[in-house]
């Protein structure tokens, strides 16, 4: 009777086994199904957020600017849901190319050395690469540039090929309002970057009435956003970059951002 009693114990607790083990298994399909939608709708954008205005990160802690509103519209006319996400600007490709985010939404300029690695969609607005200087250097002109002028850049942009070219020293920065800092503290001979963002960033920086812009654009550029190589999502947002330009909602983006000033038509 003792062992009758026994065994019917034991698989009462295999039993309750067996309903717990299921159970923890439909929760856990449950969960992953609702995981699997949830990111079924989201979007996910990269950007630096520390190139302001373009994107940039609030006292509030949100990410803000040109190219996040970009993104939101972009999201919205998918139907999905924007994630902005930042990350350092160095390794923002590679960041893309293991799938951390479906897109590079960050003022990127389209090189034929990126163009190896990610696809660009069409530009949505168009800049330059300008010289900056302090008001009291001895840089006038880019004729003044020589081997002996230190510049500072941002890493992992396409300006650190302009300060080669002119033959001067490179020196590197996580940001523009740093380069600007260092120019500003008389650190560094001058700084280049894209020209809006640099006179957006004199007219609110600390000692920013101190500089000036020197010279002409030394380039133009296409900023266009970054997809995986062969990626179907290139095409969709080009033909949403193309209805925005139509109806005028790109223009509108640059010119709440940019003072009234339309920078997505060449």
Not at 236 to 261: C, H, P, Q, Y
Request: glycine share 10%; hydrophobic share 40%.
């Amino acid at each position: 009777m003792g062992k009758r009693k026994l065994r019917m114990e034991e698989n009462m607790k295999m039993k309750q086994l067996v309903l717990t083990v299921s159970l923890i298994a439909v929760i856990a399909v449950g969960a992953f199904a609702a995981g699997q939608e949830e990111s079924g709708n989201v979007i996910k954008f990269a950007g630096s957020g520390g190139y302001p205005p373009f994107n940039f990160i609030t006292d509030d802690g949100d990410v803000d600017g040109f190219d996040v509103d970009v993104a939101r519209e972009i999201a919205d006319r998918l139907g999905l849901e924007l994630e902005y996400v930042t990350t350092a600007w160095d390794g923002i490709i590679e960041g893309l190319r293991a799938g951390r985010y479906d897109g590079i939404l960050g003022s990127m300029a389209i090189t034929e050395e990126r163009l190896k690695v990610v696809d660009f969609s069409q530009p949505y607005y168009y800049s330059g690469a300008q010289v900056i200087t302090r008001k009291d250097s001895q840089i006038s002109s880019l004729s003044d540039i020589g081997p002996d002028t230190v510049i500072g850049v941002v890493t992992g942009t396409t300006f650190v090929n302009d300060v080669e070219g002119m033959g001067a020293k490179v020196r590197l920065y996580e940001d523009d309002n740093q380069t600007l800092m260092e120019l500003i503290n008389g650190r560094i001979d001058a700084v280049i970057s894209d020209r809006v963002v640099a006179v957006n960033a004199m007219s609110k920086i600390k000692g920013g009435e101190q500089l000036e812009l020197t010279g002409e654009l030394l380039r133009k550029e296409q900023c266009a956003i970054a997809f995986q190589k062969d990626d179907s999502l290139g095409a969709e947002v080009n033909e949403v970059l193309a209805a925005m330009r139509e109806d005028g909602t790109l223009s509108g983006i640059s010119e709440k951002w940019f003072d009234g000033i339309d920078i997505t038509h060449p």
